[in-house]
């Protein structure tokens, strides 16, 4: 098994930035998959960003260019970093795993975006 837990989520103002952190539980040496996740108030979870162990990574259209992701291995930390910050970027974020065929979450991170 693998938890995962999300850190960083806050207040901040349109413009402004943010750095999410999660924390899983095991090695991520081996975990390919490692990505994060968006839920906003009355909507669906969406995808936002993943890195895989080679490095490579994808990120949703709505936040290219304006969020990284990377990983950290030997910290066994994966991090978003997110600029540029809108209003529509609040949501509860939530870390994802794919490991051993099982999807893994965290609880989420709360991270609002208002003026």
């Known amino acids: 098994q693998v938890q995962l837990v999300e850190s960083g989520g806050g207040f901040v103002q349109p413009g402004g930035s943010l750095r999410l952190s999660c924390v899983a539980s095991r090695s991520i040496f081996s975990i390919n998959r490692m990505g994060w996740y968006r839920q906003a108030p009355g909507k669906e979870r969406e995808f936002v960003a993943k890195?895989?162990?080679?490095?490579?990574?994808a990120y949703a259209e709505s936040v290219k260019g304006r969020f990284t992701i990377s990983r950290d291995n030997a910290k066994n930390t994966v991090a978003l970093q997110m600029n540029s910050l809108k209003p529509e970027d609040t949501a509860i974020y939530y870390c994802?795993?794919?490991?051993?065929?099982?999807?893994?979450w965290g609880k989420g991170t709360l991270v609002t975006i208002s003026s």
């Open positions: 890195i895989f162990s080679d490095g490579s990574t």
């Open positions: 994802n795993c794919l490991w051993s065929s099982v999807n893994y």
